[in-house]
């Protein structure tokens, strides 16, 4: 069974940055495209950023210039570099693999941005 484990998270002032990372294990990692997705208080979940399996990536514009997702399948992991943040990016943020009709997720961590 894969299993999703997020870190990372917690209280950043506007303008700072975060790196969030997700372990992976139960599977073979390098075969499953990774994503980011985060819910706001009171919103949707939202994707952030995806990466396939061969490296291609995908950012929400909301997020594009200032976020950077990432995978490492020699340490079974995958990372969202995220600069320049804004108040608006304070969300609980999940890590997603996916593969065929196989869907995973993580538990989530916390990211708030205030000053």
């Known amino acids: 069974q894969v299993q999703l484990v997020e870190s990372g998270g917690g209280l950043v002032q506007p303008g700072g940055s975060l790196r969030l990372s997700c372990a992976f294990s139960g599977g073979t990692f390098s075969l499953y495209p990774m994503g980011w997705f985060r819910q706001g208080p009171g919103k949707q979940r939202d994707l952030v950023a995806t990466?396939?399996?061969?490296?291609?990536?995908n950012y929400a514009d909301s997020v594009k210039g200032r976020f950077t997702i990432s995978r490492d399948n020699a340490r079974n992991t995958v990372y969202l570099q995220m600069n320049s943040l804004k108040p608006e990016d304070t969300a609980v943020y999940y890590c997603?693999?996916?593969?065929?009709?196989?869907?995973?997720w993580g538990q989530g961590t916390q990211v708030t941005v205030s000053p």
């Open positions: 990466i396939s399996s061969g490296g291609i990536t």
């Open positions: 997603k693999a996916s593969l065929a009709l196989r869907v995973y």
